[in-house]
């Protein structure tokens, strides 16, 4: 594995070559890199759902991949190396599981969480972060930023005591939210209102214990394929999909919908 990491470092150090590398490697920044890094974990999270170990494997690579060439920008810029940020990441890892690794054994899933928690609010005091919410990363998607928020907040006991109080909170907010479109106020409003509405359907999940950016990951991918069985009922039938009225629509949907209930699992 050692001799592995070593070529890789080595391919990507030829990539960055002032003279002899890629033109397109060598141009590239920390901010350049950024939205390739991102791609490549969300086709990490879609190679694991679709449980191809072949497929899950390559993505590995290619997020691996991030991580080495952003380390080599750092490295020529004197800031730290692909060694230091394997080294930092297995210090980090043995610090915050003495239960593991020191002499706090036995700790019980739960007892785990708060010490985990424990340490990283200290990590993030000893780096400056001195708010609640300090260090909740802004570039995650909403959904999931919006459950984050939820749970910082809910250590200082800013939160709900249970989901059914969030199920009136969601309630009131989409009322709200009625109410900015019965009144023809301003996209802005009408923007603030929906971002309120959201967020409490986020924590809602939270209390529920549910992933609300996997299960709107589950539905996106439920409406792509049932999309793409109305797509393959309308050309059997040789309609062109412009010409299909909301009622013929409505029809396709329910095959579809039917097609998927009946198919083999």
């Known amino acids: 594995m050692g001799q592995s990491i070593h070529q890789l470092l080595e391919i990507m150090r030829a990539l960055r070559d002032p003279t002899s590398g890629c033109a397109w490697d060598r141009e590239q920044t920390f901010e350049s890199i950024v939205p390739h890094t991102l791609e490549e974990a969300y086709e990490v999270a879609e190679a694991i759902g679709s449980a191809d170990a072949d497929r899950i494997r390559d993505e590995l690579g290619d997020l691996l991949f991030q991580v080495v060439f952003l380390s080599r920008i750092a490295e020529e810029r004197g800031l730290f190396t692909f060694d230091d940020v394997a080294r930092g990441i297995s210090e980090k890892l043995i610090r915050r599981h003495p239960h593991v690794f020191a002499e706090r054994a036995g700790l019980s899933a739960d007892e785990q969480t708060r010490a985990w928690e424990s340490f990283k609010a200290q990590e993030r005091a000893a780096s400056g972060d001195q708010g609640v919410l300090d260090g909740v990363a802004r570039a995650l998607p909403a959904l999931t930023r919006a459950v984050k928020l939820g749970k910082r907040a809910a250590r200082v006991n800013f ?107």
């Open 159 to 265: 939160d709900w005591p249970d989901a059914s109080g969030m199920r009136m909170k969601l309630d009131e907010e989409l009322a709200e939210f009625e109410t900015t479109l019965v009144g023809r106020e301003s996209v802005d409003r009408q923007h603030e209102e929906l971002g309120d509405l959201l967020f409490v359907i986020a924590n809602w999940a939270r209390h529920l214990r549910l992933d609300p950016e996997a299960a709107l990951r589950g539905s996106n991918q439920k409406f792509e394929r049932r999309f793409a069985e109305m797509e393959r009922l309308a050309a059997a039938a040789g309609t062109p999909l412009l010409e299909l009225d909301l009622d013929a629509w409505e029809r396709l949907w329910q095959q579809a919908k039917a097609a998927e209930r009946s198919s083999p699992v």
